[in-house]
């Protein structure tokens, strides 16, 4: 069968980069971009970011493209602010709103939705952030001068108080793991990059959690485990995300952790493939299902996904050493590879005397991950050894090699 219709549920960066694809490969069939939210396809990770560190500014995150190069250069029917509410694969057709709207291929590319605490609902000045319009009211509240507590320190927390820092705002972070981030980075490198909440001022508590929000009508409190209880004006829950896979119940397709897909992101219902956030595919370079919440493989994914359902017989696989990056204070923290190792070792610098550092992560003889603070010309080289497979010898012979050019070119 010959796609004549392309449908993109989700307009986020995967969303587009699958919008861009198709047209790049020569489909001149109609396509349609579905997105829950009224804003053009905007980038996300400066949210958290610079955007929050703008005071009295009233400005947006750039979009990836103005709405006339989708509508006209790219032919794109744009169907925004309005979420899809179910699929049927049998018929080929997916709701959004009160229409239903035909496929030939299909990719969805819905993202995730941030974790909610309980007691949320209702009280102003508690937010997650993962939208435009989460980011908006924020920063609204940090230009107010507000009294902050954020809940979870993984990233979207630690760059929140950041933001929150660099006004000079008092902030809390509560974290309810004795270490922050380790599930991105581990134990060890979790608890080195605590120190920098500590070096500037931010009071972090490990090991306590949120039993309740208190406030009328608006929060005035938030009570943790351990009796204690903050003032609060502004409360920022940064407790992690869910797959946005709720539209997608009795769709046949396979939900857990997020659409399951083989390596060429292929759903299991003929021409419809999945992409970004909401994808859990197999990556064959670490031989395991993946869910990435990452800018890059969103990018490359949207991409692949769309060629692949376009061209089901010549789809390709998938596979990726995952990449992030956190902007934090003043420093740039970046990974690649995945955090579940036998062993990590810092191999250059030290957090606390040098405010930068490289650190490897070994499982079995195999490099697998590697963590740079304030290395930035550093992590793509270790990311090129993990594709190739480098051993743990090789990563650590590589170091040293690096480490040796950097003292030569200082003498």
């Not at 435009?132 to 809940?151: E, H, P, Q, S, Y």
């Not at 001022?201 to 943790?224: F, K, N, P």
Request: hydrophobic content about 40%.
């Amino acid at each position: 069968m010959s796609a004549r219709r392309l449908v993109v549920v989700g307009a986020s960066l995967a969303g587009l980069r699958a919008v861009e694809a198709a047209r790049k490969d020569g489909f001149d069939g109609r396509i349609t971009l579905v997105g829950a939210e009224p804003h053009l396809p905007y980038d996300r990770p400066p949210l958290s970011k610079q955007f929050l560190e703008e005071i009295g500014a009233d400005g947006t995150p750039p979009t990836f493209r103005t709405e006339e190069v989708l509508r006209t250069d790219l032919g794109v029917e744009l169907l925004l602010g309005t979420p899809a509410t179910f699929l049927d694969t049998r018929n080929r057709a997916v709701g959004v709103g009160e229409r239903t709207i035909g496929y030939d291929a299909l990719v969805i590319a819905t993202g995730a939705t941030a974790r909610q605490l309980p007691g949320m609902q209702g009280l102003d000045g508690v937010h997650t952030l993962r939208t435009l319009d989460d980011a908006v009211a924020i920063r609204r509240a940090l230009d107010k001068g507000a009294r902050t507590v954020v809940v979870g320190a993984g990233f979207i927390g630690a760059e929140t108080a950041a933001a929150a820092r660099k006004r000079g705002l008092d902030v809390v972070v509560v974290e309810a793991q004795p270490t922050p981030l380790v599930r991105a980075v581990g134990e060890t490198m979790g608890g080195a990059l605590a120190s920098l909440h500590l070096r500037h001022g931010t009071d972090l508590r490990c090991g306590v959690s949120v039993i309740a929000l208190e406030g009328e009508g608006r929060v005035e409190r938030v009570r943790l485990s351990d009796g204690t209880a903050l003032d609060a004006d502004l409360v920022v829950v940064g407790a992690g995300a869910v797959p946005a896979t709720d539209w997608l119940a009795g769709s046949g397709l396979t939900l857990d952790n997020g659409v399951v897909c083989d390596e060429t992101l292929f759903t299991g219902a003929e021409d419809v493939y999945a992409a970004g956030d909401v994808a859990r595919w197999h990556n064959p370079l670490f031989d395991r299902p993946m869910r990435l919440e990452h800018w890059t493989s969103a990018a490359e994914q949207g991409d692949l996904a769309a060629r692949n359902a376009l061209n089901p017989a010549a789809a390709r696989g998938y596979s990726t050493v995952p990449y992030f990056w956190s902007d934090q204070y003043d420093t740039r923290i970046q990974f690649v590879g995945i955090p579940d190792a036998d062993e990590i070792a810092v191999v250059d610098g030290d957090i606390e005397r040098d405010h930068q550092c490289v650190a490897l992560y070994r499982a079995d003889n195999r490099l697998v991950g590697a963590l740079a603070v304030n290395r930035p010309t550093e992590i793509m080289k270790y990311r090129g050894l993990i594709t190739r497979g480098a051993s743990w010898a090789d990563g650590l012979t590589f170091a040293q090699t690096r480490r040796k050019a950097r003292d030569t070119a200082d003498a």
